[in-house]
């Protein structure tokens, strides 16, 4: 099969290795190219494999940089890189630096071979991958809404998607790029993007005009 998604994994636990190499051997999906044991041969194996997703291992030992700092070095050369963050830690500070970091997807040890493969798919995919116990845990929105039970306000807010409409609203609020990338745990690369996004959607050019939408909707 062709267009492969290719991997490559950044972990320091032989057993984890061996047993990530076994799964992908013959995958008709994936393509495992190769594998590092340090934070510092990540840098090399991106740039001689050409990766679209880089599975990285969270701790690498006393004195090694975490997964989230070597993550957030790749990123600065190679932005377009869809990182998971793989770790044993059920941390929500660890979870929300990844997110804020840019990475796009942060799945615990313990998931089984197939669901890390479901996982690398999806964020090829364009998607974000987050373990669902901790994303209850980061993000305090109340209770959720029943899945039969429309929000309201996105009959009004069309064409936005939720998350435009979100960010909309917190604009009109005032907030910079950089406060609404700590607040949504999102990098400050997926805030400008949304923003974009809305300004061209809603044919707006500025924040007044923007505010001037979102009053004319009952948003404001």
Do not use: C
């Amino acid at each position: 099969m062709t267009n492969k998604i290719t991997i490559i994994l950044a972990d320091d636990h032989r057993s984890y290795v061996e047993g990530l190499t076994a799964l992908f051997q013959n995958d008709d999906r994936i393509h495992f190219a190769g594998h590092v044991h340090l934070p510092s041969e990540v840098i090399g194996a991106v740039r001689s494999h050409q990766p679209d997703v880089v599975l990285m291992d969270y701790s690498f030992g006393e004195g090694q940089p975490d997964g989230v700092e070597t993550a957030e070095q790749l990123l600065t050369e190679f932005p377009g890189l869809k990182i998971i963050l793989l770790t044993s830690y059920d941390d929500v500070p660890i979870v929300q630096s990844a997110l804020s970091k840019g990475l796009v997807g942060y799945l615990l040890k313990a998931r089984s071979r197939s669901e890390i493969k479901t996982a690398i798919e999806a964020v090829a995919a364009g998607f974000e991958v987050v373990e669902g116990g901790m994303l209850r845990k980061i993000m305090d929105r109340g209770p959720a809404r029943p899945r039969n039970e429309a929000d309201p306000n996105m009959d009004k807010a069309a064409p936005l998607t939720p998350r435009e409409l979100e960010i909309a609203l917190l604009v009109a609020e005032g907030l910079s790029t950089q406060a609404m990338s700590e607040r949504l745990f999102r990098s400050v690369n997926t805030i400008d993007t949304h923003r974009k996004n809305i300004f061209s959607k809603l044919d707006v050019h500025n924040v007044a005009e923007l505010m001037n939408w979102l009053r004319g909707k009952g948003l404001l």
